[in-house]
């Protein structure tokens, strides 16, 4: 599903009155060509860069590695440093710290101005004539806007990173990016955060139309270099690049934190604007229309999308699998009462599930707290039979971490998320029998644990009234069940935002598997995977906090190693979505939404104030043997955030969801039916208004796909203005 842009987080300057700076006049400037290399401008030059861009692959893309006068260049880069201010901002997509919009240099004072003469000498050189015409030759991409300057300075430190989009939004052309790495200390590849590019390939759908898919696998990476510009035509459906997270540096070594800043000028160019040379009345309605062509085309793809959902009625699985574990006469009335565990119904779970969740008492309290938040978290799930074999497997599977960076997967028969621009990960399904409508239980499996309780727990009857029983929920035979297995590798893998649209609530859960490394604030594992508690009053962990969710290696303590205090990402985040369905937060964030808008309850660039968030509505950290079950409504957003390669191991878990059949959910006479996690009244994420194009957003051109993509951007974490001292 594409994702759609909400139109206020704009960076550009969208307005249609001429800069104050006559040296942004389509006239030529005098003396411009002395702030670029000196050979740019030459004919051989320009030739040399046309050829190479018609060459280039994955898709066209220029590279220049020295663009602007060194002597300049500095200049900026000290000014910044000294006098620019920068924002951390993390959504579910990228994770960097930005400046404001750099076209809104002339609404400064004049004291201000004075503090930053090269940098608005630097970007009216990047949008005179004279370089708009340079790229229009070497991109053939058309004419571009002098007036509408879209650009922002962005810093990505150890952790920061970009996920997979394509750029496409508004009236944008091109893109460009220019490197202002630290001049002195030339910029090393195994820091990471190279422009990442990714191929398409030709795909006919059932319709038996054309459309290009994303390949899951980057093909091309570009590392920073100081002074070297990047740049692409913004292409929908085929732009598709990602930044690299930046490394931390190995333990034991924190003097190259600071050599390893990433500093860039990002943006874009804009078609002409009205009284600027190439201007045509009526072409950002067409390019709109075409956005939405594009939308359409990229929807067309969704059924090359991977996993495909598997959703199958329990009336089903009750006949064609379930019901092998009883004898005959019981399988008669195995579900004539959802609220009544029966003795075989007993000894099935109890050879999966702790006896302490099984008792009338616990599933009484289960029932109420699930009544009243909408949500359980349950530690210490498994039995610890079941959950030792479980916890072989998967330390048996786990990357070592020289090769958490690799394409390798241990595992047989699983398969590779994609597209890239929706999510990545790697799954595994449960086998199908009988033409797909059960599921099989092949105990040749080389992950058998897994396969089990994908196969042969949660489709039981047994599950399904204990299921019932402690939400409350009658779960009926025309219900239905999907699940699969995931594991989210280190420095490779995340889900990014989706909302839920179906009419009716739905149940969903995920049993944590994660046995490396301490992933939420202040947990660790004893030696046998246990989330170190107070013996039984640690399982009955019922009601979790859910705005509390940063994943961090090691604790909160302040006098701690900050090295040992590292975010690494890997939680699950479910929150309030927008309450018109029509408009979606925009995948990227726009640097001059702070500065617009600073009283917003909600910023769509900001999850977090003060560790308090009243989007978040549940927040599901790696974990070893925690069952976490959520009642997801319509709207409610999910995602999975991208996993740092310093994590001490991957986020593994088995993720099912259950579908009310056509009439919706009944409560049953043990509770009542939840209301689903959702914003409360008045509470969430607001809109702005705006228009959809004006969104100069992170570091390298982020921003995903369209205006109309509805695949939206959660922003979550702390915002607040910081000054860079990346010298």
């Known amino acids: 599903m594409k994702r759609k842009y909400e139109a206020e987080t704009s960076t550009s300057n969208g307005d249609s009155q001429p800069f104050k700076k006559a040296l942004l006049s389509s006239t030529h400037t005098p003396g411009i060509h002395s702030q670029f290399h000196p050979t740019l401008f030459e004919p051989k030059t320009l030739t040399t860069y ?51 919009d750099l076209a809104n240099l002339d609404g400064l004072d004049s004291a201000q101005l004075a503090d930053l003469p090269s940098l608005v000498t630097l970007r009216d050189a990047l949008y005179s004539a004279e370089f708009r015409a340079f790229l229009e030759d070497v991109t053939g991409a058309g004419k571009l806007s002098g007036k509408k300057t879209d650009m922002a300075i962005n810093i990505y430190t150890p952790g920061s990173y970009l996920l997979c989009h394509d750029d496409v939004i508004g009236t944008r052309r091109v893109s460009y990016i220019l490197y202002l790495t630290d001049p002195d200390e030339p910029w090393q590849a195994e820091w990471g955060g190279g422009l990442r590019l990714y191929a398409t390939e030709q795909k006919r759908n059932k319709r038996g139309e054309e459309v290009k898919v994303p390949l899951p696998e980057h093909v091309k990476v570009i590392p920073p270099t100081w002074g070297q510009l990047s740049f692409f035509a913004v292409q929908p459906g085929e732009s598709f690049h990602d930044v690299e997270e930046v490394y931390h540096p190995p333990i034991g070594r924190p003097e190259e934190e600071k050599k390893r800043v990433r500093m860039a000028i990002s943006g874009w160019y804009h078609i002409p604007q009205e009284g600027e040379d190439g201007y045509e009345e009526g072409l950002e309605q067409k390019l709109a229309e075409k956005s939405s062509l594009s939308q359409l085309q990229g929807e067309e793809a969704d059924e090359f999308d991977e996993p495909q959902p598997q959703f199958l009625r329990f009336d089903q699985l ?5 019901k092998q574990d009883l004898e005959p006469d019981q399988a008669e009335t195995a579900d004539d009462d959802l609220t ?26 289960l029932a109420s707290s699930f009544g009243e938040n909408s949500f359980l978290q349950l530690d210490r799930f498994l039995c610890d039979r079941f959950a030792g074999s479980l916890r072989e497997f998967v330390s048996q599977h786990e990357i070592p971490d020289s090769d958490a960076n690799t394409n390798e997967n241990k595992c047989s028969e699983w398969r590779t998320a994609r597209p890239p621009h929706k999510h990545r990960f ?32 949660f489709p039981s009857i047994a599950f399904r009234k204990w299921l019932s029983i402690i939400t409350g929920l009658t779960i009926d035979g025309d219900a239905s069940l999907d699940i699969l297995a995931r594991r989210f590798s280190r420095g490779k893998d995340y889900a990014l935002a989706s909302a839920y649209e179906g009419e009716n609530p739905r149940l969903e859960f995920s049993l944590g598997c994660t046995v490396s490394g301490r992933w939420q604030t202040g947990e660790a594992y004893d030696d046998d995977g246990h989330a170190n508690g107070d013996g039984p009053s640690a399982q009955a962990n019922v009601v979790a906090s859910s705005a509390n969710g940063k994943t961090i290696n090691g604790t909160q303590d302040e006098n701690s190693d900050a090295a ?13 979505g927008d309450d018109d369905d029509s408009s979606f937060v925009s995948e990227k964030d726009g640097a001059s939404s702070a500065i617009k808008d600073a009283s917003r309850k909600s910023d769509p660039a900001i999850y977090k104030h003060d560790d308090e968030n009243d989007a978040i509505l549940f927040t599901d950290p790696p974990a070893w043997n925690r069952f976490s079950i959520v009642l997801r409504d319509r709207g409610t957003l999910r995602f999975v955030k991208y996993i740092s390669a310093a994590a001490e191991g991957d986020r593994w878990d088995i993720k099912g969801v259950v579908e009310a059949g056509e009439g919706g959910w009944d409560e049953n006479e043990e509770g009542e039916e939840g209301e689903g996690v959702e914003e409360e009244e008045g509470e969430g994420v607001e809109e702005d208004e705006g228009e959809g194009d004006e969104h100069s957003y992170e570091d390298d051109y982020t921003t995903e796909s369209d205006p109309e993509q509805d695949n939206q951007r959660y922003s979550f974490i702390e915002g607040g203005s910081i000054c860079a001292d990346a010298k």
């Open 50 to 100: 046309q050829a190479a861009y018609q060459d280039s692959h994955p898709y066209r893309h220029g590279v220049i590695p020295a663009l602007i006068s060194d002597t300049l260049l500095r200049s900026v880069r000290t000014e910044i440093l000294t006098h620019i201010s920068f924002t951390p901002k993390e959504t579910d997509i990228y994770k960097i710290q930005q400046s404001g």
């Open 340 to 365: 009544l565990l029966t003795e075989a119904d007993l000894n099935l779970l109890l050879q999966y599930i702790s006896p302490s969740y099984l008792t009338p008492e616990m599933t009484e309290q």
């Open 564 to 576: 040992n205090r590292i975010e690494v990402g890997g939680e699950e985040i479910y929150m309030a």
């Open 318 to 322: 009750d006949k064609n699998h379930a």
């Open 426 to 457: 790697s799954f595994k399904q449960p086998p199908l029998k009988n033409h797909g409508s059960s599921l099989t239980n092949d105990p040749s499996r080389e992950d058998l644990p897994l396969t089990d309780l994908m196969t042969h727990l």
